[in-house]
């Protein structure tokens, strides 16, 4: 069991809750130590609900930085991403594997130079991509990289959500949290949804991006900010992706969808229905595929906490990928277990983060832009 401390995460957070779930569950993580939040107040809340020794819930992550040393063998920033690269920094040469919420940073400039960070310290880093921790997301993985469906010829991703224009029960409009408020060089929205799925067409496919044209809008109640990005992008081995994702689809709670199109065999998950995945073959048959009857490269096992049928859900991916870190941070530090094969280092994020910001170029010019 690794010992865990989290920066940010305090429960007033939007995915604080999610990662101590998650981190828990299997017991390969103890959350030992926080710095959950700069109000002291939710700060204390936070460490005694997640119980946590008030001796180590620190209002300063410095301190705890300097505290813990040799104390934790992993630390976790849940801040905003603009704080990413000087926390992450700060941990690294602290002398702690990092596991860091996405996105990495608000710039691909800015990620190259987290890169060096990881290389001047020999450090360990991993950037949570909790979607790809699906069971039968994984099952895609695997039939696709088996060839299964043949030569991949169009990946098809989407990601609209109804936040940004859709009034609450009290017929108010919605108050997102003040850095969701901010677009940088890369649009937050971006950041916040679309390296999910590019990160997502990543782990599908090992393929890279090519070349991109976009649009960004603005639809819903904050026209300051993007929040709503359509793409077309080349990718190498040929292969044509359409992405789109909205803070402004009204009806879409969060509806990710992936659709994946072969010479011999297509096939399509949905996260609102994630226990099944939908393939159809040249033969005009529909293969509807779930826990109970595909098995996700041999290790069906962990990903049943309960029986099938009782669907796996977000935080269950979550924990998936926990369990994934735990393995890659064995062979980091003990190099006894075998590093997972799911994880995506920073070169792809630092390639999400270029590809968005090329994005944004492409819905500035109307033109292509090539990568």
Known sequence: MYRIGFIGGGINSAIGRTHFIASQMDGKFKLLAGAFSRNPEINEKTGKEFQVDAGRVYNDYHEMLIKERGKLDVIAVLTPTDTHEVMVRECLEAGFPVICEKSICTSYESALRVKEYVKNTQGFLCVTYNYTGYP?????????????????????????????????????????????????EIPTISLDLGTHLHNMIAFLTGEHPKEIVSRESSFGFFPQVIDDVLCMVNYTDNIAAQMWF??????????????????????EWYQAEPETLKVHDKEGRIFVLDRSNDKAEGEQGRYNRFKVGHPSGFIEAYANYYWDISDALGEYLFKREEASHYLMNIDTSIEGLKLFKAAHDSAQSHQWVKL
């Open 136 to 184: 039968m997301v994984r099952v895609l993985r695997d039939k696709i990289r088996s060839g299964e469906f043949g030569k991949l010829t169009n990946i098809i991703v989407e990601m609209p959500q109804e936040g940004y224009t859709r009034y609450t029960l009290e017929h108010e409009k919605p108050k997102p949290q003040k850095w969701r408020m901010l677009d940088y």
């Open 246 to 267: 909205s803070k402004a689809a009204l009806g879409n709670r969060n509806g990710l969808k992936i659709r994946v199109f072969g010479t011999n065999a297509s096939a």
